[in-house]
């Protein structure tokens, strides 16, 4: 049955796919290009976009986005901004894009967007199943995300990312040895649910 159940997700995953593990919208611009700028806060409105508001009084308007999945002929939008998070540096934002995109009744989150405010939205996409958690690391520079299939998945996978480049730097399965300090960071933060064995 879960075998069952997991190549159907798999496949279903597929078609929402986006071909990109950090695909880069290339006509953004700098969100904000003055070299003192932080991000202050930050909020969802009433309308379900995302305020980013500068500490120079600035502000910049997010709104859901269109286009980056589909359902068959039907293009899907954004269903909402999950998990926003500020890095300590003020330069990066990030949050989880949530979508109609796993067959069943509500969202799930396919991707995790990032924004910096010098350059540009980002965005990282596991190859299968969706994004669970994450979090900064190192002020910033480095991305942890824990993902797998939104059911009969009891561990799934941590993956760390370089923010700069969006390459990924490594990769821990609950299946291995030990864990790096890393994935014990969001496991202890968010209480992710994996079972870690003492680090050596």
Same mark, same amino acid.
């Given at each position: 049955m879960k075998i069952k159940f997991f190549v159907l997700f798999t496949l279903s995953l597929f078609?929402?796919?986006?071909?990109?593990?950090?695909? +880069?919208?290339?006509?953004?611009k700098p969100i904000n290009s003055n070299k003192d700028s932080r991000i202050h806060r930050f909020l969802v409105g009433d309308e379900g976009n995302l305020h980013i508001y500068? /500490?120079? #009084?600035?502000?910049?308007?997010?709104?859901?986005e269109r286009g980056r999945y589909s359902s068959g002929e039907d293009v899907l939008i954004q269903e909402g901004?999950?998990?926003?998070?500020?890095?300590?540096? #003020?330069?990066?934002l990030g949050w989880l894009a949530s979508?109609?995109?796993c067959a069943q009744s509500y969202p799930c989150t396919p991707e995790l967007a990032i924004i910096d405010i010098k350059k540009d939205i980002k965005y990282i996409v596991p190859p299968n199943g969706v994004i669970w958690?994450?979090?900064f690391i190192n002020g910033g520079k480095q991305i942890v995300i824990h993902h797998g299939f939104p059911h009969g998945d009891a561990n799934g996978v941590?993956? %760390?990312?370089d923010t700069g480049s969006g390459?990924?730097?490594?990769?821990?399965?609950s299946f291995q040895n030990s864990a790096p300090i890393w994935v014990?960071? %969001?496991? /202890?933060?968010?209480?992710?649910? +994996?079972?870690?064995s003492p680090a050596e």
């Open positions: 078609l929402f796919f986006v071909d990109s593990n950090w695909a +880069t919208e290339a006509d953004k500068f /500490n120079n #009084g600035k502000d910049y308007l997010i709104s859901k901004f999950e998990n926003i998070q500020l890095a300590d540096d #003020g330069y990066h979508y109609m995109v958690d994450w979090m941590f993956s %760390l990312y390459d990924k730097q490594a990769e821990y399965s014990k960071n %969001l496991a /202890n933060k968010y209480n992710s649910p +994996t079972s870690l």
